[in-house]
């Protein structure tokens, strides 16, 4: 299983740095924990990057509190060329922390 970065439960705010993501693969089941600051439409801009990275999202759990959203997402890859852990952060980085 490749694991990039860890998945803290501290408090985050608007500032945080990306130590509130994780990405986990083991074959081609991807799963992906999140915490950030909550805006509308923010649950939706992250599943349809996961689906532009190929990825078919399938279970979605998620929670709001003090305005911090908690997913866990668990995907699968689609197609030959799985997309890299690291890609994957990166984007949900770049989504999780646009104001």
Do not use: F
Not at 34 to 50: H, K, N, S, V
């Amino acid at each position: 299983m490749e694991e990039v970065g860890p998945y803290t439960n501290h408090t985050v705010s608007k500032d945080s740095s990306a130590d509130s993501i994780a990405v986990s693969m083991k074959n081609k089941v991807v799963i992906i924990e999140i915490r950030c600051p909550w805006r509308e439409g923010l649950l939706l801009e992250i599943i349809d990057a996961l689906s532009n990275l190929h990825l078919d999202s399938h279970s979605v759990q998620s929670s709001t509190v003090d305005g911090i959203i908690s997913l866990i997402i668990q995907s699968t890859i689609k197609g030959p060329n799985p997309v890299s852990a690291a890609t994957i952060k990166q984007e949900l980085q770049r989504i999780a922390w646009n104001s």
